[in-house]
């Protein structure tokens, strides 16, 4: 799914970009949310490991070794608003803690 929406946001961006409008997709990794947070409790309740190693196999591939607060994906996606950012199109911004997987 990601993958399409990265071809839409390109698609977009190229048809748009001649009306002054930019397209591009925020990509975060596992963010501390009540999504992962869920997701944590369910590995818990089905395998029986802690909430620790739970949380582990979401932080793995992190190279911060962190879950990304909601706060760094809400000022990535504010930026991308500003002017500053008028010339950022068709970008996947990745705010994922370096994540390249």
């Known amino acids: 799914a990601k993958h399409g929406v990265i071809g839409l946001t390109r698609a977009l961006a190229l048809e748009l970009a001649a009306k002054g409008v930019t397209v591009n997709a925020v990509c975060?990794?596992?963010?501390?949310?009540?999504?992962?947070?869920?997701?944590i409790d369910r590995i818990v309740a089905k395998t029986g490991r802690s909430a620790e190693a739970a949380r582990e196999g979401f932080v793995r591939a992190n190279p911060q070794g962190r879950l990304v607060a909601p706060d760094e994906v809400a000022d990535a996606v504010a930026w991308l608003c500003t002017e500053a950012a008028r010339s950022v199109n068709g970008q996947s911004v990745s705010v994922s803690g370096g994540e390249v997987m």
């Open 28 to 39: 975060p990794g596992y963010t501390d949310t009540d999504i992962v947070r869920e997701s």
